[in-house]
């Protein structure tokens, strides 16, 4: 009988507030949010959850009864109001969910997560995920004495952090952003199989002069890609292609060589860009040959002379480079000009 009388009760506060609501009478409203808020202790002291969360979501007025929040939160009824809530679409509760969580309880990852898959709000649930994996990428300082196993771990954390967001943004129809995300998890899976390989390599953090100066040592062209790719920095790759292509001696250049057909596109500016760049260096038969196998990807005959001018001069050694070329339209390119 008495849970009986509660619910009448509390359906009367719902329907005397739906009233005063229609008949804009301010004062009735604030006596029914001021009974609620007596009902709300009562129920919450005999447990009645249920008809707690029918009184919060029949009164509609949740930021004035943010006190059931946290009356369901202490109880650890969250999820009850989660399932009760999760067919409703309201966004007005959704919206009050998540800034009761973000300002009281902002390290509850958990509930945060909770109230997201329950709500299918995945866009806010991927915005936790990437604010906590730059929050702790910050943290790293590599420039200090750590421990290798200390820092595998919070990597691993933090290849989580970036995983998540790539995946939940992507369910939230952010593709660039769920891109971005994915990015960064490869860099960080990068970095942690350097430090698994002993490898000094430290590509987290880094500026743009750290970024210069870095990426074209790499021997493989998919790291340098990865790096690139999360610093959004594509704009060195002529210099990589001379140092570890064209004007490398070893055998594992042609390895680079291949990745970088498969990787980046090879325009006639970036091989004007290559030929630039190639002036301040010294050329041997090995660049030669290399950078012939580039000049077969070239689409302008007008870029192709410019190039020629630009480094077949008197007192250099490129004079070879293209009447050597294993190419008759090329050869007859640039004997026309």
Not at 283 to 306: A, G, W
Request: aromatic share 10%; net charge negative.
């Amino acid at each position: 009988a008495s849970s009986s009388l509660l619910r009448i009760r509390v359906e009367l506060l719902i329907y005397a507030h739906t009233c005063f609501i229609n008949s804009c009478h301010m004062e009735g409203i604030c006596l029914v949010l001021d009974h609620a808020r007596h009902v709300a202790f009562l129920l919450n002291e005999l447990k009645s959850y249920q008809l707690l969360i029918r009184l919060l979501m029949g009164l509609e007025q949740y930021s004035e009864m943010i006190y059931i929040f946290d009356m369901l939160f202490q109880s650890d009824q969250f999820d009850l109001l989660l399932s009760t809530i999760s067919n409703t679409n309201d966004e007005r509760l959704n919206t009050s969910l998540f800034d009761y969580i973000k300002r009281h309880h902002p390290n509850d990852e958990h509930t945060f997560t909770s109230i997201s898959m329950n709500l299918n709000m995945h866009h806010e649930l991927a915005v936790m995920y990437r604010d906590a994996g730059e929050k702790l990428l910050k943290t790293l300082q590599f420039n200090q004495p750590y421990s290798t196993a200390e820092m595998s771990i919070t990597l691993q954390s933090l290849l989580q952090y970036y995983s998540d967001a790539a995946d939940t943004f992507y369910l939230a129809d952010c593709c660039r952003q769920s891109e971005q995300c994915l990015k960064q998890a490869r860099l960080i899976s990068l970095q942690l199989e350097f430090m698994q390989k002993q490898q000094g390599f430290i590509i987290l953090n880094l500026n743009s002069k750290q970024i210069r100066d870095l990426l074209p040592s790499f021997e493989r062209c998919w790291h340098a890609f990865v790096i690139a790719d999360a610093y959004n920095e594509h704009s060195l790759w002529p210099y990589c292609l001379i140092e570890q292509f064209i004007c490398n001696k070893n055998s594992n250049s042609i390895v680079y060589w291949n990745e970088f057909q498969q990787l980046i596109p090879i325009d006639d500016q970036l091989i004007i860009r290559i030929g630039k760049n190639l002036l301040q260096k010294s050329f041997n038969s090995i660049s030669i040959k290399n950078f012939q196998e580039i000049l077969l990807h070239i689409r302008d005959s007008t870029m192709l002379v410019h190039l020629q001018q630009s480094l077949v001069t008197n007192d250099n050694g490129y004079s070879n480079l293209f009447t050597s070329i294993d190419s008759p339209y090329v050869r007859d390119t640039t004997r026309v000009s």
